[in-house]
């Protein structure tokens, strides 16, 4: 089969059934495209390159299939750095094709051309780059399995135009390919025997045990082996903002959010004899600056790759292995003392939905307040009501994630909830929302994003018009940069504000102008009948909800308690 080494490019990864792929095509691509189009191939023009890679990674969040996204050489493929390193660090899946120069002529100046090799390579788990046609379906296959194998991530198919054009006679068996690498994970470990022996022990002695749950069981699929595991047992569980979802927000052994944010997780935590950390990497955000668990916990670190057990804390026992697998060996191991765990941990589980129940109690003004701009406790509280419990949320990086993390409930196990947590860039919220929609086109999306995040996403609205997304995009507008001017109220007070307001601006008429639905929304009694008329337009529609301006009000503290601020430190 003599063809273009594009469409050798293009055949093998049509052969791997790749439900979405956005790009910006340059002439080094070329015959990768002419060849999409005749093998039909799911293939979109995106405007903006970072946001074709934050729009694959919602889709293979969503699906645990791989994203694929293309690039041209230069400007195209920088663009792709921050959406690469989301994924890099919240072990997404990805395969980014980037075209590069033409190698007869390599750095004599050829337009657009940079060092993108070396700028990308660390932004990525691997870069493969391709030096010969004959190489190509060999390549791919490879990008494919590093990308699903282990901690998953993203890989970059570096191909410059003298390969792309180039014609190779290729056997057709060079585009068969092992679907398992399709998604995650392609491959599953257990820890050692001796291992979940000794964790089994330290289950069985504890009289508080806990368990706090990562972005890990999401990439595991374990959540019905976590809630067999924890319900069997009756050990609570508290969940990162990546891990929500872990377990249904639902289930009694529910103890929510922990870390920077909670509603009752981290006095639990402290007060816990065990703590069982889950696909968690234990990071700034989840441990509260490195805080939580306290200094003195026992813990059991249960990760799929071995360099994140103990990296930000002393533990009692790493377990290094797949987060499902994990949890039915060791479920195995505990099963003939289950029931008399059960028994004896059932005062102190007994009492979590309590808890719970009188944290609701003491936030409730803030859940169902009426003032006027809306508070957004009141418009995440009808948001658990009205949005479907298979409905996915979005929130995009900041303000939106941590709102959504604590305040949003996850009706069932799984990943419903799609924040950007990998990098916390801001602008994944409209991107996502594409994403999300086409991974799974007849459930209910939405995203909510900021009006700075809007600002540099608008112009993907004619993409998710254009792709006949439906998902509707919920604007926090505060005409502000929200999360830096509610932290400059707490460092420097009412006379602190610097380069943090933006212009006051009405995006339902800037939605209007596109060609979208647009509602604009100020009356909080008015939000949940213009969510619902959002989620049942055909289409993309935008919802422009008007916010506190107040900056004391801003981040998320629903319970009011007052922040324990020092300087030098960070509440968000």
């Known amino acids: 089969m003599n063809i273009t080494a594009g469409e050798a490019l293009a055949r093998t990864v049509a052969a791997f059934k790749p439900g979405l792929m956005l790009g910006m095509g340059g002439f080094q691509l070329l015959p990768f495209y002419d060849a999409a189009r005749r093998l039909g191939l799911p293939h979109h023009l995106i405007n903006d390159e970072r946001a074709a890679i934050f729009a694959a990674d919602a889709y293979a969040k969503a699906t645990g299939r791989v994203g694929v996204v293309d690039a041209t ?45 070396e700028i990308l390579r660390p932004a990525v788990k691997e870069l493969l780059d391709v030096t010969t046609p004959l190489r190509v379906p060999e390549l791919v296959k490879r990008a494919f399995a590093i990308a699903t194998s282990g901690r998953p991530g993203p890989v970059v198919i570096n191909i410059p135009e003298s390969v792309t054009h180039a014609e190779w006679d290729y056997d057709e068996t060079e585009f068969e390919v092992n679907e398992a690498f399709a998604s995650i994970p392609a491959y599953r470990t257990r820890p050692a025997s001796a291992a979940l022996l000794q964790a089994a022990h330290l289950v069985a002695e504890s009289e508080r045990p806990i368990i706090l749950a990562g972005g890990g069981v999401h990439l595991s699929g374990a959540w019905s082996e976590l809630t067999e595991f924890a319900e069997a047992l009756n050990i609570p569980v508290a969940h990162t903002m990546t891990g929500k979802g872990a377990i249904s927000d639902d289930n009694p052994l529910s103890a929510g959010l922990f870390g920077r944010y909670d509603r009752i997780a981290n006095t639990l935590i402290a007060e816990s004899d065990l703590v069982i950390t889950i696909g968690c990497k234990l990071g700034e955000i989840a441990t509260k600056r490195y805080t939580v668990p306290p200094a003195n916990s026992r813990v059991i670190q249960i ?14 026992l790493g377990l290094w292995g797949d987060a499902r697998e994990t949890l039915v060996a060791l479920h195995e191991e505990l099963s003939e003392q289950a029931e008399g765990i059960r028994q004896k941990n059932a005062a102190y589980t007994g009492a979590i939905p309590e808890k719970m129940a009188a944290w609701k109690t003491s936030v409730r003004a803030r859940l169902e307040s009426t003032e006027v701009p809306i508070n957004m406790a009141r418009a995440l509280n009808e948001i658990n009501e009205i949005l479907p ?10 303000f939106a994630a941590h709102w959504g993390a604590l305040l949003f409930d996850a009706k069932q196990a799984g ?44 112009g993907e609205l004619e993409t998710a018009r254009r792709l006949g997304t439906n998902a509707t995009i919920m604007i926090v507008n505060n005409a ?9 109220h707490l460092m420097y007070g009412e006379e602190g504000y610097h380069a943090s307001d ?35 337009t055909p289409g993309i529609s935008v919802l422009d909800v008007v916010v506190t301006r107040d900056p004391a009000k801003m981040l998320p503290g629903v319970d009011s308690r007052a922040a324990k601020f020092k300087k030098g430190d960070r509440i968000a």
């Open 303 to 316: 990760d799929s790759v071995a360099e994140e057990i103990g990296r930000t804390r002393e533990i009692e």
């Open 73 to 117: 050489l230069g400007p195209g493929a920088t663009n792709l750095v921050t959406g690469l390193v989301e994924s890099l660090n919240a072990g997404v899946p990805i395969v980014a094709i980037v075209g590069d120069t033409h190698r007869d002529h390599s750095w004599k100046n050829m337009t657009q051309e940079s060092r993108q090799c």
């Open 502 to 536: 933006l212009e006051e601006t009405n995006f339902a008429e800037v939605a209007q102008a596109m060609g979208v639905h647009g509602v604009r929304v100020e009356d909080p009694d008015a939000f949940g009948d213009s969510l619902r008329e959002c989620l049942a």
């Open 389 to 398: 419990a298979d409905g996915y949320l979005i929130a995009d990086g900041g």
């Open 480 to 488: 502000a940069s929200g999360y830096i001017k509610a932290l400059q």
């Open 415 to 458: 990943r419903q909830f799609l924040p950007d947590r990998g990098f916390a860039s801001i602008g994944y919220g409209l991107p996502g929302a594409i994403g999300a929609s086409l991974a799974s086109p007849e459930t209910a999306v939405l995203a909510i994003t900021g009006d700075g995040g809007f600002n540099m996403m608008l």
